[in-house]
């Protein structure tokens, strides 16, 4: 009884000392706790380089020719087409005939003054040969010039008080003005293109009877027009005359070429706008064109552009130096909704563009996604 009691107690002496033995060794292979690690925020930056930013603004508008004339009859008569059809989309050349009114009348009546004219002048050559002798050469080769289906031509010199008088009083001057003024009026009865361009209305046919006054149609030019545009006058005042930029037609996709002739300085003050007026010269072009754009209205030197929501507290901004925010102070010029332009950064730097606060500074930062 005793023997067994012992080799219990040895037994179990034994096996304290194992399970010491084996806890020491299992204590001793576990691997060492890592110390804590420090923490990064993720935020997104982008790289920025100062350089010359062009603030930019859309705009839009119709195109309407640059040159643009309602056709009038200002005399009276059956209408007749030239060598064209008056008609919409018939496109003239610079004088050539576009609509001819009968003036076979007033022809005549014409052809009846200046043989008369001639008459007159006829009759004072031998007066003047006695009384004039040094002036009489020169009107008696205007005399042999002159024929009744042309139209006639300036007067010789008559700088002597004496010959003014003369021929004054022989009613030469009297004629000859009203014979002038006779072939203005029958000048009329032919209506030529005052410019190169195309037929875009016609109010009569061929063979109509025109009405002093009527209206005959409207003449365009092709290939130039002009863009009118209102914008805020705050930006308009920046344009300069000159400036270049892009049109495109909302339809087509097509880009024109657009320079600035003209600004008004009249402030809508319904709209609180300017008009601006743009010259668009383009073979493709045409009246009526629906175009948008974006105009440059002012440029900038050392800035950079950058998104609004980057700024803190208006004037500062936070760029990633050594992996940590840092505030840096910058001169904001302009600012809307979505962007900013601002001064003051001498070199390229990598800016947060996540909104942040003050107490951000001096945080790790880890960057998610960079870029220009």
Request: no cysteine.
């Amino acid at each position: 009884m005793n023997r067994r009691k012992f080799i219990i107690t040895i037994a179990g002496v034994a096996i304290l000392i194992l399970s010491f033995l084996l806890s020491g060794n299992l204590k001793r292979n576990d691997p060492p706790r890592p110390e804590a690690a420090l923490t990064a925020t993720a935020v997104h930056a982008r790289a920025i380089v100062p350089g010359t930013v062009v603030r930019k603004v859309p705009i839009t508008g119709r195109l309407q020719p640059e040159q643009k004339l309602s056709l009038y009859a200002e005399v009276g008569g059956v209408a007749t087409y030239g060598a064209k059809p008056f008609k919409p989309g018939t496109r003239f050349s610079k004088g050539e005939v576009m609509v001819r009114i009968n003036s076979d009348e007033a022809q005549t009546s014409l052809f009846a003054a200046r043989s008369a004219f001639q008459s007159n002048l006829a009759g004072i050559i031998p007066d003047l040969k006695l009384d004039f002798p040094a002036h009489s050469p020169a009107w008696e080769t205007y005399l042999y010039g002159l024929k009744i289906d042309e139209k006639l031509p300036a007067l010789p010199a008559a700088d002597d008080k004496q010959l003014n008088l003369f021929l004054s009083g022989r009613g030469v001057f009297t004629n000859y003005y009203s014979i002038r003024e006779a072939e203005t009026r029958f000048a009329k009865f032919t209506i030529t293109a005052p410019f190169d361009g195309i037929l875009s209305t016609a109010q009569i046919d061929a063979a109509s009877l025109v009405r002093t006054g009527q209206p005959l149609g409207e003449f365009i030019t092709t290939g130039r027009y002009e863009l009118e545009a209102g914008l805020s006058y705050s930006y308009a005042f920046s344009i300069k005359i000159g400036t270049t930029f892009e049109m495109r037609d909302v339809n087509t996709g097509d880009t024109f070429s657009a320079k600035v002739l003209r600004i008004n300085e009249a402030v809508d003050p319904s709209t609180q706008q300017v008009r601006i007026y743009a010259e668009v010269v383009h073979p493709d072009a045409r009246s009526g064109m629906y175009l948008e754009g974006i105009i440059p209205v002012q440029t900038f030197e050392a800035a950079v552009e950058i998104p609004v929501e980057s700024l803190v507290d208006g004037s500062q901004v936070f760029v990633v130096r050594d992996s940590t925010a840092t505030l840096i102070p910058v001169g904001v010029q302009f600012k809307n909704s979505t962007t900013a332009i601002a001064t003051g950064i001498e070199k390229e730097e990598v800016l947060i563009t996540d909104r942040h606060n003050e107490a951000f500074a001096g945080s790790k930062v880890e960057i998610v996604n960079t870029g220009k």
